[in-house]
């Protein structure tokens, strides 16, 4: 990753389509019914984590569920207490501390599994660190990110974001 220049949007937009893939093949084999994946990042920081608006079923045309791919695990969460993708963030954070911290103790959390859990004593302390990447705003900052990301992780409101008809976009200043 190192010698990429991820300053070239070219390479940016490849990296995303690469995660759009590998967050929809995940999406598919889960036991949950989705809606229609964004075509586009709600927000990314190329090549550690980008985050996905999924259209709710329930509700065409809002986000539904987000869905978080990159540098760290493929995971999703709903977006009815998540309505911007700060608070989506701030939830895998504090999902995968918790996970973490019942992984170092042997244990699973209730409805959560991330590998095998034969090595979950390998995987606690890099779920802790992914955790703690979205937690302190490592991965929530500028600095150290290519110039062409699109961090911003603020909405313009607090209402839940709507994806456009062509649902290529998400829309925060609803």
Same mark, same amino acid.
């Given at each position: 990753m190192d010698d990429? #220049?991820? #300053? #070239?949007?070219a390479k940016i937009g490849r990296w995303c389509a690469e995660q759009r893939a590998n967050a929809n093949r995940y999406l598919k084999e889960q036991p949950v019914n989705f809606g229609v994946l964004g075509d586009w990042p709600a927000w990314q920081v190329a090549p550690y984590v980008s985050l996905w608006a999924v259209e709710s079923v329930k509700a065409p045309g809002n986000v539904g569920w987000w869905v978080i791919s990159g540098d760290l695990p493929t995971d999703y969460t709903s977006a009815d207490a998540t309505p911007d993708p700060r608070s989506a963030v701030a939830r895998f954070a504090i999902l995968w501390k918790s996970a973490a911290e019942q992984m170092e103790r042997g244990k699973q959390l209730d409805g959560f599994t991330v590998g095998n *859990?034969?090595?979950? /004593?390998? $995987?606690? *302390? $890099?779920?802790?660190? =992914?955790?703690?990447?979205? =937690?302190?705003? $490592?991965? /929530? /900052? =500028?600095?150290? /990110? *290519?110039k062409h990301s699109n961090n911003s992780l603020e909405s313009d409101s607090g209402k839940a974001a709507r994806i456009s008809?062509? =649902?290529s976009t998400v829309d925060y200043s609803l």
């Open positions: 990429i #220049d991820w #300053d #070239d949007e *859990p034969e090595n979950a /004593t390998e $995987l606690a *302390p $890099l779920l802790r660190s =992914r955790a703690h990447c979205c =937690r302190s705003g $490592l991965m /929530t /900052t =500028r600095a150290g /990110t *290519p008809a062509s =649902r």
